[in-house]
């Protein structure tokens, strides 16, 4: 059985450019959940998605933003990128939206961006 | 607002002991708590689940541990193999934001030859 894909694996990207993420979750699975992971802030949540709706969105500013698809796949999209915007960015998937049944959730390899 | 700790941050023992790995959470409406592995570079595996109403999960050598009322979740660790050297999180899921893990700092082992 696949894993949860994330492509790009590795992004380099100039300050002011735009980016967008894709991630495939494991077959049957309906939420995502995006994460950042930097040195300094270790991972923090962006936001989860189920039935292609927004469920929850953590406290990053508005140029970061997402959305799934039908299929369950989900993009997000980072604009205006600064030199923070740096990190290894991490799709999760669970079965079910989050708090209903079991919600373990499997990661992605993640996706490292680099702003220059 | 929740916040995990994980104590200590890096452990460095030989192969063959037994470890635990210690993770506090200040918030005990959780849904469930998660642990991971992470390698270096790498994404996060997924080692044990540990819903509310459960006191322990054993997965192989791994046994993790929850106290809910006392916000403390062990991963105990046997026989340790320089393959388990890796950083290990901990991450709770709160009933009120059920969407989100919160994680922890996480600990770095090494397992030495």
């Known amino acids: 059985k696949a894993g949860v894909t994330q492509t790009p694996r590795y992004l380099i990207k100039t300050r002011g450019q735009q980016v967008t993420l894709s991630c495939s979750p494991i077959s049957g699975h309906r939420s995502v959940s995006w994460y950042q992971q930097t040195p300094g802030q270790g991972l923090q949540f962006l936001f989860e998605y189920f039935s292609e709706t927004q469920r929850n969105k953590g406290n990053f500013p508005g140029r970061f933003s997402g959305r799934q698809f039908s299929n369950s796949r989900s993009e997000m999209n980072v604009s205006t990128l600064e030199l923070g915007d740096s990190a290894l960015y991490l799709c999760a998937s669970s079965l079910v939206q989050g708090g209903l049944g079991d919600t373990e959730a499997f990661f992605g390899q993640g996706t490292r961006l680099t702003v220059v | 607002k929740q916040e995990v700790t994980q104590i200590p941050a890096a452990l460095s023992v030989p192969e063959g002991e037994n470890l635990v790995l210690n993770c506090s959470f200040t918030d005990s409406a959780i849904y469930n708590l998660q642990w991971f592995r992470q390698d270096p570079g790498k994404g996060l595996t997924s080692l044990l689940l540990i819903q509310s109403s459960q006191r322990e999960q054993t997965s192989g050598r791994l046994n993790a541990s929850l106290d809910k009322s006392s916000g403390r979740s062990t991963l105990y660790i046997a026989a340790s193999q320089p393959g388990d050297s890796a950083t290990y999180l901990c991450?709770?899921?709160?009933?009120?934001?059920?969407?989100?893990?919160?994680f922890g700092t996480g600990t770095r082992l090494q397992v030495t030859l």
């Open positions: 991450a709770v899921r709160n009933t009120g934001t059920a969407s989100k893990l919160t």
